[in-house]
């Protein structure tokens, strides 16, 4: 069955430095999300894109965030400098269409900045 | 605006007793709700969804949950528990614009044998 994939599993970087989590979404699916879920809080929308652009974006996802499809299987998001709050599991996930669509999730990179 | 409230952080069951999670939903249009459920160390695997078809749907693994509009409720239910369903179960919402998801706080099912 296919899946979402997601590395790394697990990302440690200092203040101020710069990440990239990667995903590689289902296919055929033609949205993609990115989520996170700071420890012991809900899981919080940040993004979502399609056709190469962002098609929404929650509060959470300013400046120092960024979306890219670099190529036809990956979709990445990058956090420019990272602050001890970003600390949290970032959640990939793909739908094949948009409204009211299921998403399906990867498995999560925890990412920790110290 | 869209929200989900899951009542019981955590639940704790006997195997082979009934389940059930609760989810009140808030919502100002009609909602596509779902239910997920995550194992330690997995990704979120879709369990159900209700997308304003029957009311009463019907999931894997033997999980169902029924949409109650009056109540505005979407509770889990699954007959008789097995040692495998020990997991974090999230319940979602979605508006009908748009396409982000609004996740509860989870509750973590134990079940004991």
């Known amino acids: 069955e296919p899946e979402v994939t997601q590395t790394p599993s697990h990302q440690v970087t200092q203040m101020g430095q710069e990440v990239i989590l990667r995903c590689v979404p289902i296919s055929n699916h033609l949205y993609f999300y990115w989520y996170r879920q700071i420890l012991g809080q809900k899981v919080e929308f940040l993004v979502s894109f399609y056709n190469n652009e962002i098609s929404e974006k929650s509060e959470i996802f300013d400046d120092q965030f960024s979306v890219e499809r670099p190529d036809g299987s990956n979709f990445t998001l990058k956090i420019r400098s990272t602050k001890l709050e970003d600390s949290a599991m970032y959640f990939c996930?793909?739908?094949?269409?948009?409204?009211?669509?299921?998403?399906?999730f990867g498995p999560g990179t925890r990412l920790l900045v110290l | 605006a869209q929200s989900v409230t899951q009542l019981d952080s955590h639940v704790s069951v006997s195997e082979g007793t009934p389940v059930l999670l609760r989810c009140n939903y808030s919502?100002?249009?009609?909602?596509?709700l779902f239910w997920y459920v995550q194992h330690p160390n997995k990704g979120l695997q879709l369990l159900l969804k209700?997308?304003?078809?029957?009311?009463l749907v019907k999931g894997i693994n033997g999980f169902e949950a029924e949409f109650k509009k009056s109540e505005t409720s979407f509770h889990l239910t699954k007959p008789s528990a097995h040692m495998s369903d020990a997991a974090e179960y999230f319940c979602v919402v979605s508006r009908n614009t748009g396409n982000q998801f609004y996740f509860g706080t989870g509750t973590s099912l134990t079940v004991i044998p």
């Open positions: 209700y997308t304003s078809a029957a009311t």
């Open positions: 996930a793909s739908s094949l269409t948009g409204q009211k669509e299921t998403q399906y």
């Open positions: 919502s100002s249009y009609s909602p596509s």
